[in-house]
C-alpha cells in the first residue's frame, strides 16, 4: 500500500481490457449516484424476481435481516445478485465509511476494493453500461432498469453511505410520474449513538454541523423518527405507484442511516426532480402547534434551484394543508407556514430541489394525537404525494 494510487490504477489497468470495463463499471455505479445500490448485469433484461426481492427488503422490513447476518469485514460489502439463467454474479464493492463525493476517482475506489477486480470482468452486459456512463454520468436513468437496490449491513455504529433506490417495476405502463426520480429522507436514524453527534459534517457556507440529531419525540415517547420513517414507507408507495423512481436516504428505521451532508449528496447524485425531508418539530412551547416547511435562503444548486425550491415548497404546503387538515404553525414561518433558513445541511448542500417538511408539534397535545395515529400518518402520506405530483406539473 506504499505506492500512490496512480500506480496501482496502471497496474489493474495492465492486466486486460477485461478488467478496465469492469472496473469503469463499478465507477459507473458509484459515480451515478446509486451509493452502495449496485448496477448489475442483470438490469438489461430486466429480471423480475430480484428486483421485488431487493425493493421489498429494502423498503418495508422494519426489522432488517442484515441484524441477523454476520459482519463482514469492515472494508469491503460484498452483494450476491442471482439471476435466473442459473448465473451468478458477486462484485464487492469497499465501504470507505467516507462520503464518495460524484467526482470521487474512481481508480481510488477500485483499487482499493480487492475483490471488484475478479468476477464481474466476465460480464459483456456490464461493459455495455459501463461504455454509456461517461458521457452521461449525472443524468438520471429513466425505465425499468434493476439497479440492485442495495442496503449496508449496518453495525448500528456507523453513519452508512449510499442511498435506496426502488426502481419501478418492469413493464409498467407510462403513469402520471413516470421518468421522475423522488429523493425521500426519513428525518433523523432508527436508533441513535453518541458517536453521530460528535461527527461534524459539512453544512454548507463552509460550516460544519452534527452528522445527525436523535429528533424529537412526543411526551408519551413516540419517537420522531419512527413518524416520519412511517409517513416515507407510505409515500414512496404511492408516488411508485404512480410511476415515479423513489430512493430512500436511509433503508430501515432500526440503524444509523447516512450523515446529513450525505443524505444531501444522494439527491444530487441522482439529479432528483425533488427531495423531501420528512420531520415533525419538537417546540418546547406547549400551545405551539401546526406544521411548516423549510426551504433554504442558499442552496448548492444556485439561485434557480433555491427560489424553485419554495416555489414547490409553496405548493406542497397547500396540498399538505388541504389534505390533513393540520393547522399551519403558529409559532414560525410568519403565518405563511414556510420558513427560509441557513442551518439545514441537507437543503443547503443540494443542487437540485429540496424542501423539509416539519409535520407539527409533537410537545403539542392535539398535534401529537394525529402524529402519533397510523390512519393520520396515511393521510400525511397521501397529502405530500398530492403536493409532489403537482410541484412537479405531474
Ligand atoms: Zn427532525
Same mark, same amino acid.
Given at each position: 500500500m506504499g505506492k500512490p494510487g496512480v500506480d496501482r490504477t496502471l497496474s489493474v489497468l495492465g492486466i486486460g481490457l477485461g478488467v478496465a470495463v469492469a472496473a469503469a463499471a463499478i465507477v459507473a455505479a458509484l459515480v451515478m449516484g446509486t451509493g452502495f445500490s449496485l448496477s448489475t448485469a442483470a438490469s438489461t433484461s430486466a429480471v423480475a424476481t430480484p428486483t421485488r426481492a431487493a425493493a421489498s427488503a429494502a423498503s418495508a422490513d422494519p426489522q432488517p435481516t442484515a441484524e441477523a447476518t454476520p459482519e463482514p469485514t469492515p472494508e469491503t460489502v460484498t452483494v450476491t445478485v442471482t439471476v435466473p439463467v442459473s448465473s451468478a454474479t458477486t462484485v464487492g464493492l469497499a465501504d470507505t465509511g467516507a462520503t464518495p463525493a460524484a467526482s470521487t476517482p474512481a481508480t481510488s475506489s477500485v483499487g482499493t476494493t480487492p475483490a471488484a477486480t475478479t468476477p464481474a470482468a466476465t460480464s459483456s452486459t456490464t461493459a455495455a453500461g459501463a461504455a454509456a456512463? /461517461?458521457?452521461? /454520468?449525472?443524468t438520471p436513468r429513466t425505465g425499468n432498469?434493476?439497479?440492485?437496490a442495495y442496503f449496508s449491513p449496518y453495525t448500528a455504529k456507523k453513519p452508512s453511505v449510499g442511498g435506496v433506490r426502488l426502481a419501478t417495476l418492469p413493464d409498467t405502463p407510462r403513469l402520471a410520474m413516470t421518468g421522475t426520480f423522488i429523493v425521500l429522507d426519513p428525518g433523523h436514524n432508527g436508533v441513535s449513538d453518541a458517536t453521530i453527534f460528535a461527527r461534524q459534517v459539512p453544512m454548507g457556507g463552509g460550516k460544519k454541523k452534527a452528522c445527525n440529531t436523535s429528533g424529537t419525540q412526543t411526551d408519551s415517547g413516540y419517537p420522531e423518527h419512527a413518524h416520519n420513517w412511517d409517513v416515507v414507507v407510505n409515500l414512496a408507495a404511492l408516488l411508485r405507484e404512480r410511476g415515479a423512481t423513489v430512493i430512500l436516504t436511509r433503508p430501515n428505521d432500526a440503524s444509523i442511516g447516512p450523515c446529513v451532508d450525505e443524505r444531501a449528496a444522494i439527491g444530487n447524485r441522482a439529479r432528483a426532480d425533488l427531495v423531501v425531508s420528512v420531520h415533525a418539530d419538537g417546540n418546547t412551547a406547549r400551545a405551539a402547534r401546526g406544521f411548516h416547511i423549510i426551504t433554504s435562503r442558499s442552496m448548492a444548486g444556485g439561485a434557480a434551484v433555491t427560489s424553485k425550491s419554495l416555489a414547490m415548497a409553496t405548493t406542497i404546503r397547500d396540498e399538505f394543508a388541504k389534505g390533513t387538515g393540520m393547522p399551519r404553525s403558529t409559532y414560525t414561518g410568519a403565518g405563511i407556514a414556510i420558513t427560509r433558513r441557513t442551518d439545514i445541511a441537507g437543503l443547503n448542500l443540494s443542487e437540485v430541489p429540496a424542501v423539509m417538511l416539519e409535520a407539527g408539534n409533537m410537545r403539542n397535545t392535539g398535534d401529537a394525537a394525529l402524529l402519533t395515529s397510523r390512519t393520520y400518518r396515511l393521510k400525511e402520506a397521501h397529502a405530500l404525494a398530492a403536493g409532489i405530483q403537482k410541484a412537479l406539473g405531474r
Open positions: 456512463a /461517461p458521457s452521461a /454520468p449525472r432498469l434493476f439497479e440492485g
